[in-house]
């Protein structure tokens, strides 16, 4: 079983930045890769970025490209995802996921593995 902690959410103004954590925790040997989600009010949850924990690999959607990086560290057993450049959109609940594939797409596939989110909210 693997346990996923985000945390890092909070508020910012449009054009502002955040960083959001993800820790692992159990069988974290199986992970093969760590996604992150979000989830807008009253939307589908939808997948912003994707990393290969072996190799770092990385994906994102249209919406995070040259905006957010995913990035870990298996040492520490985390990864992080940096929200630059903010706007009201991207506010929403954050989710970190994992899963034993390695394949990054597509980036909303099926993970098995959920944190519980984290609110980060951007105001114009």
């Known amino acids: 079983q693997v346990r996923l902690q985000e945390s890092g959410g909070g508020s910012a103004e449009a054009g502002g930045s955040l960083m959001l954590s993800c820790y692992w925790s159990?069988?974290?040997?199986?992970?093969?890769?760590v996604s992150w989600f979000h989830q807008a009010p009253g939307k589908n949850r939808e997948a912003v970025a994707a990393i290969r924990r072996r190799d770092g690999t990385t994906e994102y959607a249209d919406s995070a490209k040259g905006r957010f990086r995913i990035r870990h560290d298996n040492a520490r057993r985390a990864a992080w995802l940096q929200l630059n450049s903010l706007k009201p959109e991207d506010t929403g609940v954050y989710y970190c996921?994992?899963?034993?594939?390695?394949?990054?797409?597509?980036?909303?596939?099926?993970?098995?593995?959920w944190g519980q989110g984290t609110q980060v909210t951007v105001s114009s």
């Open positions: 996921a994992a899963s034993p594939g390695l394949l990054l797409l597509p980036l909303n596939q099926t993970y098995d593995y």
């Open positions: 159990g069988d974290t040997k199986t992970i093969g890769r």
